[in-house]
């Protein structure tokens, strides 16, 4: 059964810190890994990765893959409170996705 | 406006009733998909449909039925014989990554969820 696993569940920080979410994957047939942030409504999409190595960046966010190892990260730099939210990875492949349960982060002030 | 529209926002039922959420949208995407989240839990799939007249049961479709007779539209009945049905239920629509076998997913949009409390 194909899975995707994230880590930690759940991180509280301060503001100004870096976090880095991780998010590991076990599917046949990997096409796409992507990161949403969700904040008591609907996900919000922040990135798509295919490729290994290759970084995308939007503005404090950046997400990166590796292909070999199966796992995909989201670094946020300088977190502010706007930032507290779930972030959900899922993996897109077969026609549908399928999600981690996501990372609970809290920044506090 | 391009988008995803459910309705109602807020939805109460008393068990044992049927109910409908509703979903449209108007982004010409092929694929509809219905997703349950319970609190500290992701998205868990309900069903999805690749195209109009065709849908498949995802991991969680007992006590569910979808139809899909147009493009821009794909209701989910929440029947009665869903044990646990209080939730928050999130549609999407999608195409796919072009020139890959597979079929990639592409950026998934989501509509702004119905919550539904069965009392």
């Known amino acids: 059964e194909d899975k995707v696993v994230q880590s930690p569940l759940s991180l509280v920080v301060h503001e100004g810190d870096t976090v880095t979410l991780n998010c590991s994957y076990e599917v046949t047939n990997f096409r796409s890994l992507l990161w949403y942030k969700q904040e008591k409504k609907a996900p919000t999409f922040l990135f798509m990765l295919t490729s290994s190595g290759i970084e995308k960046k939007s503005g404090r966010l950046s997400s990166i893959l590796d292909k070999k190892e199966l796992f995909s990260i989201l670094n946020i730099t300088a977190t502010q409170t706007g930032d507290s939210a779930v972030y959900l990875c899922?993996?897109?492949?077969?026609?549908?996705?399928?999600f981690g349960k996501g990372t609970l982060l809290t920044v506090n002030p | 406006d391009g988008g995803i529209t459910q309705s109602p926002k807020y939805l109460f039922r008393k068990e044992g009733q049927n109910v409908t959420l509703s979903c449209e949208q108007n982004?010409?995407?092929?694929?509809m998909y219905w997703y349950r989240q319970d609190p500290g839990q992701g998205l868990r799939l309900i069903y999805y449909s690749q195209i109009v007249n065709d849908f498949q049961k995802g991991d969680i479709a007992e006590g569910y039925s979808v139809s899909r007779e147009k493009k821009e539209s794909f209701p989910l009945t929440v029947t009665s014989a869903q044990k646990n049905p209080t939730a928050f239920y999130l549609c999407?629509?999608?195409?796919?990554?072009?020139?890959?076998?597979?079929?990639?997913?592409?950026?998934?949009?989501f509509g702004p969820g119905t919550r539904l409390t069965v009392l």
């Open positions: 982004l010409n995407h092929d694929a």
């Open positions: 999407a629509s999608n195409n796919f990554l072009s020139g890959t076998s597979g079929k990639a997913v592409s950026e998934q949009f």
């Open positions: 899922a993996e897109g492949s077969n026609y549908k996705l399928t």
